[in-house]
């Protein structure tokens, strides 16, 4: 088995200063990423659960638009080719029917709705997450330059970029 190499030792206040700041990114950073997984997990959930709300909805309508259908021909019909009183009591239901078909589609359109907006947040949650991610990557990045060219300002510069990326990430737990 090969021998694996140590990692250094950071020696010098600049080389642990810039470790802290890349470990306390990291561990942002993965608290981040995680919040941005399950949201978008969860806004692909609402959406298809929002797609089944509608596709119930439609059909509603098509049977809704079936008794319509039905309740016209039985009204266009010769009345000495069919019982009248059956004819009537069938009618009567379909238009039962209508009635609660208009109901359950405005409850089932309220729910799809409602679901919609859920996805859209889940949604712009995962977008801020995602961009404060992005962030705090190009950060480590810097800070990791940084130890080798030993530049505070490349310091300054991956710390201010670690810390818009941690706030922009952080922000999303407002939304």
């Given at each position: 088995?090969a021998d694996?190499?140590e990692?250094?030792?950071a020696?010098?206040?600049?080389?642990k200063?810039v470790?802290?700041?890349?470990?306390?990114?990291?561990?942002?950073?993965?608290?981040v990423s995680?919040?941005?997984d399950?949201?978008k997990?969860d806004?692909g959930l609402?959406?298809?659960?929002?797609s089944?709300?509608w596709?119930?909805?439609?059909a509603?309508a098509?049977?809704e638009?079936?008794?319509n259908?039905e309740i016209?021909?039985?009204?266009?019909?010769?009345p000495?080719?069919?019982?009248v009183?059956v004819?009537t009591?069938?009618?009567a239901?379909?238009?039962?029917d209508?009635?609660r078909?208009k109901t359950e589609r405005d409850e089932?359109?309220v729910?799809a709705?409602?679901m919609t907006?859920?996805?859209?947040?889940?949604?712009a949650i995962?977008?801020?997450c995602d961009?404060?991610?992005?962030?705090?990557?190009?950060?480590?990045v810097?800070?990791?330059?940084?130890?080798l060219?030993?530049?505070n300002?490349?310091?300054y510069?991956?710390?201010?970029?670690g810390a818009?990326?941690?706030?922009t990430g952080l922000?999303?737990?407002?939304?």
């Open positions: 088995m694996t190499t990692i250094p030792e020696k010098d206040p600049f080389e200063r470790a802290v700041s890349i470990a306390m990114l990291a561990a942002v950073l993965a608290f995680m919040r941005g399950n949201a997990t806004a609402r959406t298809t659960e929002a089944n709300q596709s119930f909805f439609q509603k098509i049977r638009h079936t008794l259908v016209n021909l039985l009204s266009a019909m010769n000495s080719a069919l019982n009183e004819a009591l069938l009618k239901k379909a238009n039962d209508i009635a078909y089932i359109k729910k709705e409602a907006k859920e996805a859209g947040t889940f949604s995962n977008d801020r961009l404060g991610a992005l962030f705090m990557q190009i950060a480590i810097i800070l990791s330059a940084a130890i060219s030993r530049m300002l490349m310091f510069v991956g710390a201010a970029l818009a990326g941690a706030i922000s999303s737990l407002l939304i």
